[in-house]
């Protein structure tokens, strides 16, 4: 699938418990003239539409807004997974949800988005592993790669949580070892 | 390395599955059919897609359990407390005075949402005068349903779900429990009527003061929703309400101005 999409670049972020310190930290830190999509992913127990995305868009300069089925994937726009679903990825940019089993104890399972975007956007995604007490992430930072992508975790000894992007590092998945100052100059650059 | 299926691979499965078996999955979006395919082909440990293709084609128990494992059939009793709130209190009240009521679940799964709305029935008092038709396009989810039988130990969740949609009995008594069971109480199983319905291919089968569909149109692509939302059109009584889950919108639908959504909740009501 990624052959014909090698020009689009997209970035998603997976994070579970203290992730939201990083995202507070990296949102204010991007470029407002940003013109790639940002995906968050991040575990919760909240219902959809709680507070998560004000939360985050009082930090952002760009827009933040909750994923609706079949909706458009919009550069300069960030993202956020609704709680209780899988987020997927079609070919022609565009966003679907599922409610399938859990991975790893987690819907939305940061697996799930990291490989599905992996085979929509082949060698244009950066996927970025944030904070956490779980596995998930590892695997499909490891699809990220082997479809072209780019995997960046977060420095463990920077993260709230370090077992997350800790999990990734030991298993050799992660292309790059990052603070969020340098996730964000990473974005930035892109 | 896993097996990725491509998207021309895709397309061969589901033109297969339709040639042989006459179940269109081919308007369905790819993203989740690839995920499910995919994760098939792992767990059932085909060397190649050239081999599990060939299962599909030749082996019609293989196809069952295809059909099985790549519709998604997770549900709940009473996912979504504030959506079964709002039928409690804005729902059923404006569809009360009827002297008969039909409701439609369409993509019922395993039953959990039907048992969920008959119970707010019998507690409307309405549910004597109620007949809920509860389909999906798996034979084999629609047996359960019928059966209503569960697992005891998702009643815990269940029940909290129920208080949280404003049920006020002790939602233990809506079952009984055996073994690692429980099973639902006849006089709410009295009022279902369950058959195999395929939202793809088959028809209107009759006029409903209240339709549900709810995570069952995330897996269409947007063509296949329109066509769905014109046989809930047709399918809908004038004034009848039509229940979509949280994520799911009849936004870009071309029917949109003869439906009325009630505040904030994935419910529309129609208006002509
Ligand atoms: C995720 S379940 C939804 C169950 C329930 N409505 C809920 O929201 O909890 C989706 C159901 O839709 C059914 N389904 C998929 N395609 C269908 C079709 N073409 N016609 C009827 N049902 C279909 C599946 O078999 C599955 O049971």
Redesign the interface.
Known sequence: ?AQDQLNSKIVVIGGSAGSLEALLDLLPALRSDINIPIVIVIHRKT??GSPLVDVLAIKSSLPVCE????EPVRNGHIYIA?A??HL????DHTF??????KVNYSRPSID?AF??AA??YGAGLTGILLSGANADGTHGLMVIG?LGGVAIAQDPDTAEISYMPEHAINNHVAHHIMNVQQIAAYINAL | ?EI?I??KQLDEVLEDVFAIYGYDFKSY????M???INRLIAIDKFPSFAEFRYRIRTDKDYFHRFVEEIT?N?TEMFR?P?FFNALRTEVLPAIATKPFIRVWHAGCSTGEEVYSTAILLKEANMLHKTLIYATDLNPDVVEKAKSGIFQLDRMKQYSENYIASGGKADFSSYYTAKYDRVIFNEELKKRMIFATHNLVSDGSFNEFQLILCR?V???FD?DL?QKVFDLFDKSLDSLGFLAL?????LRFSPFIHRFRQLDKMKIWRKIS
């Open positions: 699938m219902a959809p994923v609706d089925e079949k609704p209780d679903y997927l990825f079609e070919a679907s949800l599922d409610v399938s089993e799930v490989e599905s085979e929509v082997e | 390395m990725l491509t998207d979006a790819k993203a989740s690839h995920r499910r998604v997770v979504d504030a995570n149109l995330i897996y947007k929703q889950g949280t994520k799911e919108t």
